[in-house]
């Protein structure tokens, strides 16, 4: 099928009202269930690894899976693997509102991943695939700035759904979310597909990619605490580099040698200093954010006392600036290049988090939580913009949806390591959270490391990113490139989906 549907008319409204709603559900997930942990490890007697794996096995499995949902889509059609993934996140989210013990919800969140990882990237390239050429840019925006919305709205609505109606209701709001999107979808949502995509898919390497993070991600929380075995610890973080060494064996020898399936992450994208540099500065910077977006929202209801509703919404500031300036810092950077812009991003968000270790036992919001808030994201605004053009820019236009998939799967596993490693690393383990002196302590040590992290990241990008990256972008990417919200990762190109055996359509 052709792309033909105008954004102007009815099908046209109904396709966006589709893939915002089913995106926004994975992206809530991803930020909001913050909000509940305090009341999750109330009711299950959860460790701090235990609310660490809440969340990082959502994470975890969206993170190893989401470059092979986007080739599921080019290959068996985009709006039918987008309704597996919605279907399969409602199900999932169900198991979650129904678990009993902390490691179903583990369990259950992990399957949330699955889903989100089928659903994540098919919403944006049924946009590309379905709307009128004219009209892309002005949907991608729509669905931006939509997507900006709901993540505005999320943090409130969630901190209230914990106050109000537990926070299981977290979890079980995406079921009637899910059932209108499934009708929406097939009603009005076109069926597309790459009709070149062909040969096998690359799933050793998504396999490989995944038993890596997982290995690793058990070692890192674990190891620090007093009890552990060391032995377990040991064996699985071996395990975890094996796997990683086996990936990065697997996708050389594809990416050389062009057998079926084709590499999942072709090799010779690593060749560009920028495009490697610019991964690097990804993983840096997302790895220190999500660890304060992890343990913001448990410090302030923890140590600050803070409710759900107040806690879940402190950070509102920074996805209003990045909804309302992201668009400005894009063309900022394309008019005097992504150094500059970049460099200073990072090191005032790092200057936010130096502003957030203020926050103890007797916080004020406007005093203290306000002005690091709007600090960092203000950092966030002026960097995550540039920030991914750049990755598109620095890879040629036949491997734009790769690089897009790339620095999107880079954002999220250093976030899945960043929460792995840094909190235990500053004392937050066992039952952390149920002493407010000493999870006030370990959140100021955790602060801290993030502030070191953001601060090497800027020096990295103002010493290796060059100012002329944007100038030889592709103009395809323009308007993407300009329309950015995301804060848990990169938004994914939706010109094009990552290849697991196939090239972008």
Not at 3 to 24: F, Y
Not at 150 to 172: C, M, N, T, Y
Not at 297 to 304: F, G, K, N, P, S
Request: net charge neutral; with cysteine; proline share 5%.
């Amino acid at each position: 099928m052709t792309a033909s549907i105008r954004l102007s008319s009815d099908t046209g409204r109904w396709v966006l009202l589709a893939t915002v709603l089913g995106s926004g559900m994975a992206m809530l997930d991803a930020t909001v269930v913050n909000v509940a942990l305090p009341r999750v490890g109330d009711e299950f007697g959860a460790s701090m690894a235990g609310l660490q794996w809440t969340v990082n096995a959502y994470t975890l499995t969206l993170a190893g899976l989401i470059l092979l949902g986007g080739s599921l889509g080019d290959r068996y059609g985009r709006r039918r693997v987008f309704l597996i993934g919605v279907v399969w996140f409602a199900v999932a989210s169900a198991l979650c509102g129904a678990a009993q013990d902390v490691s179903m919800l583990i369990a259950a969140r992990a399957l949330q991943g699955v889903g989100g990882a089928l659903l994540t990237p098919g919403s944006l390239a049924i946009i590309q695939a379905s709307f009128r050429p004219g009209d892309r840019a002005r949907a991608v925006g729509a669905w931006s700035g939509l997507g900006g919305m709901a993540a505005a709205i999320g943090p409130f609505l969630g901190g209230w759904l914990v106050e109000a109606a537990g926070w299981r209701w977290v979890f079980l709001l995406n079921i009637p979310l899910a059932a209108v999107v499934v009708a929406v979808t097939m009603r009005h949502v076109p069926e597309t597909r790459d009709a070149e995509a062909r040969g096998k898919f690359d799933v050793l390497g998504a396999v490989l990619a995944a038993l890596c993070l997982a290995g690793i991600t058990y070692a890192l929380t674990l190891a620090p605490a007093h009890d552990t075995n060391r032995i377990l610890v040991c064996g699985s973080a071996i395990a975890g580099v094996a796997a990683g060494v086996g990936f990065v064996v697997v996708e050389r020898r594809r990416s050389r040698s062009g057998e079926d399936p084709a590499a999942m992450l072709p090799v010779d994208l690593f060749a560009s200093q920028q495009f490697t540099a610019i991964n690097v500065v990804t993983f840096i910077m997302y790895g220190a954010m999500s660890v304060v977006f992890f343990l913001l929202v448990l410090t302030l209801q923890v140590v600050a006392g803070f409710n759900p509703i107040a806690a879940g919404t402190a950070m509102l500031p920074v996805t209003v600036l990045m909804l309302l300036f992201s668009a400005r810092s894009g063309a900022l950077a394309q008019r005097i290049g992504p150094r500059r812009p970049i460099t200073v991003g990072v090191a005032l968000a790092a200057t936010g988090m130096l502003l957030m270790t203020r926050i103890g036992l007797h916080t004020s919001y406007v005093g203290d939580v306000l002005p690091a808030a709007l600090v960092f994201g203000l950092g966030l605004t002026l960097a995550v913009a540039p920030l991914t053009a750049t990755v598109l820019a620095t890879a040629d236009e036949r491997h734009a949806g790769v690089a897009s998939g790339v620095n999107n799967a880079v954002a999220r596993a250093a976030g899945l390591l960043g929460v792995a490693a840094i909190p235990p690393l500053a004392g937050l383990t066992g039952a952390a959270y149920t002493n407010p002196p000493d999870f006030a302590h370990g959140f100021r040590l955790a602060i801290l490391t993030c502030v070191i992290l953001m601060v090497a990241a800027a020096a990295l990008a103002f010493l290796i990113v060059r100012d002329d990256a944007l100038r030889t972008a592709p103009s395809s990417c323009e308007p993407e490139c300009r329309t950015f919200s995301a804060v848990a990762g990169p938004p994914l190109e939706p010109g094009h989906s990552t290849p697991t055996g196939s090239e972008p359509s």
